[in-house]
């Protein structure tokens, strides 16, 4: 199927939905471009629309069962099968967050959480609240992830190694066959979580993914999210893979009633290969785009294997990020202990045409 042809099916899927403009008000002001949440605006697919807008006179209602849902047990069963996992192998839950936060209860017990310094945080600060300590390692020169300081680190007191592959914000993976031995090792003592929120837009997703180790049975909790290469991030689906009392452990803290709406949105759209591929072409188009943009005014990009860049632009970053805001442009200036950088989101071509002239404008 053509571009054009996938694009006027998504069209088609949404036709009649008279209110849909007048409820995107709500997120973003017309005329205004998102690019600071690192959301798949082609998404969600087509098929997954379709299947919403059938179960939606279904919402007054509760599933039938929160444990055997059968949404549940058929978007689990797919992830199985894909992986070559077993069913219990998978737990899912309501976006990777989640996840998580359900890992993190499941842990608080046992020590502290090892962290790069600089990553995704959100769970991080629940779990300060929970008064887990967090260890904080800083990154290399390079922006890079430093496996050998953390490994160092870990000892007794250590529940678990917290990872982002590749990370956020920089946009860096770590070397496979880096992270596969460091998950290994360190596995011996201590629950090692990646988070492969990015997985599907790295160079080899497969090469690049931690889920052979749970097929050897380490001790190795692999996050994935629906919120990012299939446009669901408004939906709240993720999951978790792991060995079997691992997967057990960590999904007694889920919370038992799924989303069923999204269950059956994250099958249509895990199974839809055509529109997995559309998002991931449309990804690495439009992350082309903002490097141009970047490159051409001096800017020097942080090499991504994500839907979003890291540049250091020599500037007050928040300063910078306001100025873009009041000419419409939403993009990310407040990274902590980086105040030059910006992270800039991938959104739609006609999206990040108006990025490359308000770039242009504000930054000369």
Request: charged letters at 20%; aromatic letters at 8%.
């Amino acid at each position: 199927m053509k571009r054009r042809d996938l694009m006027g099916l998504m069209a088609g899927a949404l036709a009649g939905t008279t209110s849909l403009s007048a409820a995107a008000q709500y997120v973003l002001a017309p005329g205004e471009v998102r690019l600071i949440f690192n959301e798949n605006p082609y998404g969600p697919s087509p098929r997954a629309i379709e299947a919403m807008q059938k179960l939606l006179p279904l919402t007054a209602y509760y599933p039938d069962s929160p444990v055997d849902h059968p949404m549940k047990k058929r978007l689990v069963d797919a992830i199985a099968s894909k992986e070559m996992l077993e069913p219990d192998n998978v737990f899912i839950a309501s976006g990777s967050n989640e996840g998580l936060q359900a890992a993190i209860l499941a842990y608080q017990d046992a020590g502290k959480i090892l962290t790069p310094s600089l990553t995704y945080t959100d769970h991080l600060l629940y779990a300060e609240t929970l008064g887990v300590p967090i260890d904080r390692v800083p990154l290399q020169d390079d922006l890079s992830i430093d496996l050998e300081t953390i490994r160092s680190r870990v000892g007794d007191g250590t529940a678990m190694v917290y990872l982002a592959n590749p990370n956020n914000p920089t946009g860096i993976p770590l070397y496979s066959n880096e992270l596969r031995a460091f998950c290994r090792d360190v596995g011996k003592n201590t629950l090692v979580v990646v988070d492969e929120a990015y997985n599907e837009l790295t160079d080899d997703p497969v090469k690049q993914s931690m889920v052979d180790l749970v097929r050897d049975n380490e001790n190795v909790l692999v996050m994935r999210t629906f919120s990012k290469i299939f446009g669901m991030a408004g939906m709240r689906v993720g999951y978790g893979m792991g060995h079997p009392d691992l997967i057990a452990r960590v999904n007694s803290f889920v919370m038992s009633w799924p989303n069923g709406i999204g269950l059956a949105a994250a099958y249509h759209s895990y199974i839809d290969d055509e529109f997995i591929a559309f998002s991931r072409a449309k990804v690495l188009e439009g992350r082309a785009m903002v490097n141009n943009t970047l490159k051409r005014a001096g800017v020097t990009p942080v090499p991504s294997q994500t839907n979003f860049v890291f540049a250091d632009i020599g500037r007050d970053a928040k300063a910078f990020a306001a100025q873009m805001a009041a000419k419409g442009v939403q993009i990310k200036g407040n990274v902590a202990n980086y105040p030059t950088y910006i992270r800039v989101s991938m959104g739609k071509t006609e999206d990040l045409k108006i990025f490359d002239r308000v770039f242009t404008e504000v930054y000369t």
